[in-house]
T-cell receptor, first 114, second 111 residues
Framework: DAGVIQSPRHEVTEMGQEVTLRCKPI?????LFWYRQTMMRGLELLIY????????DSGMPEDRFSAKMPNASFSTLKIQPSEPRDSAVYFC????????????FGSGTQLSVL | GQQLNQSPQSMFIQEGEDVSMNCTSS?????WLWYKQDPGEGPVLLIA?????ELTSNGRLTAQFGITRKDSFLNISASIPSDVGIYFC???????????FGQGTRLTINP
């Protein structure tokens, strides 16, 4: 079975450029989560969707970050404009339904903003 | 801010040794989860705990949900080289729709 699929695996960009990260959750999963991982702050939840609707976006750092889930099989996380402090590994995870269910993580996107 | 204290931050052990790590908090949790992350990959769920006092095993791994609901531990018996990685605890706070992660325990094994 295919797990959570993220693309790209690596992204190197210059400060000020727009970055779009993509995620395909596991088929049949109703909940999708975007996390950011850094050495300093560990794993932080950015936003959580349930049935394609954003439920909690309190972790989104600022207006430069936006996330969409146009359908049950696709989500994007966009950073515009990007800054060096956005450099991190961004993970997408999905679950059958909400927090009580087990979260399955993708392999992540390693983002470097120069 | 960080609501979970995971310790130790790192461990260096010999192959075959047992390993123990834990997470504590001043807050009450409804769920405790233990994940392992290999380099270049996302965390993978090892064990999920849903009730206070629950003790669950997965092969050589054993985890417990503390009676006070404020802590959890993970034990690995007879460690092998493939156990190397970063182990994370995660918990769902009572009354919160959110999973909070510990800072991780990096396990290194000398063969």
């Amino acid at each position: 079975d295919a797990g959570v699929i993220q693309s790209p695996r690596h992204e190197v960009t210059e400060m000020g450029q727009e970055v779009t990260l993509r995620c395909k959750p596991i088929s049949g999963h109703n909940s999708l989560f975007w996390y950011r991982q850094t050495m300093m702050r560990g794993l932080e939840l950015l936003i959580y969707f349930n049935n394609n609707v954003p439920i909690d976006d309190s972790g989104m750092p600022e207006d430069r970050f936006s996330a969409k889930m146009p359908n049950a099989s696709f989500s994007t996380l966009k950073i515009q404009p990007s800054e060096p402090r956005d450099s991190a590994v961004y993970f997408c995870a999905s679950s059958l339904d909400g927090w009580r269910e087990k979260l399955f993580f993708g392999s992540g996107t390693q983002l470097s903003v120069l | 801010g960080q609501q979970l204290n995971q310790s130790p931050q790192s461990m260096f052990i010999q192959e075959g040794e047992d390993v123990s790590m834990n997470c504590t908090s001043s807050s009450i949790f409804n769920t405790w989860l233990w994940y392992k992350q290999d380099p270049g990959e996302g965390p993978v769920l090892l064990i999920a705990l849903y009730k206070a006092g629950e003790l669950t095993s997965n092969g050589r791994l054993t985890a417990q949900f503390g009676i006070t609901r404020k802590d959890s531990f993970l034990n690995i018996s007879a460690s092998i080289p493939s156990d190397v990685g970063i182990y994370f605890c995660a918990g769902q706070l009572k009354g919160a729709q959110k999973l909070v992660f510990g800072q991780g325990t990096r396990l290194t094994i000398n063969p």
